[in-house]
C-alpha cells in the first residue's frame, strides 16, 4: 500500500503563484509514476501532469503547459507541482496519484492510489 498526503493547496489570486507537495509514505518503491490530476466542481477529474521515477519523463495538460511544473525528489518520497500565472480556472481539488506499474501510462484509470486531495482557489 502506498499513501499519500497533498498540501500547499489555498486561496489566491488570479496572477499568483503556489506549490503543491504530495508525500508518499508505505510501499514507496511502488509509486513509479506519480501525477497530479484536478477536480472542478460540476467536472470530471482531469489530468494536470505526470513524472515517471527518476524524473526523465513528464507531462502536462495543454491548459496548463507553461505556467505548471511537476517535479520529484524520489529521495524525500515527494512530488511537487509549481504553478504559476494561476487563472481562475484552475480552481479545483487537486489530488496526488500514484501509478505501480512503470508502462507510461497518465489517464485516471491507470493509477493505483489517491490523495485526498487540496483545494485551490484562485479569485479574479
Known amino acids: 500500500q502506498v499513501q499519500l498526503v497533498e498540501s500547499g493547496g489555498g486561496l489566491v489570486q488570479a496572477g499568483d503563484s503556489l506549490r503543491l507537495s504530495c508525500t508518499a509514505s508505505?510501499?514507496?518503491?511502488?509509486?513509479?509514476?506519480m501525477a497530479w490530476f484536478r477536480q472542478a466542481p460540476g467536472k470530471e477529474r482531469e489530468s494536470v501532469a505526470a513524472v515517471s521515477w527518476g524524473g526523465n519523463l513528464r507531462t502536462y495538460a495543454d491548459s496548463v503547459e507553461g505556467r505548471f511544473t511537476i517535479s520529484r525528489s524520489d529521495a524525500k518520497n515527494t512530488i511537487y507541482l509549481d504553478m504559476t500565472s494561476l487563472k481562475p480556472e484552475d480552481t479545483a481539488v487537486y489530488y496526488c496519484?500514484?501509478?505501480?506499474?512503470?508502462?507510461?501510462?497518465?489517464?485516471?484509470?491507470?493509477?493505483?492510489?489517491w490523495g485526498q486531495g487540496t483545494q485551490v482557489t484562485v479569485s479574479s
Open positions: 496519484a500514484a501509478r505501480v506499474d512503470p508502462t507510461w501510462r497518465t489517464e485516471t484509470q491507470d493509477f493505483d492510489y
Open positions: 508505505g510501499r514507496t518503491t511502488d509509486a513509479n509514476i
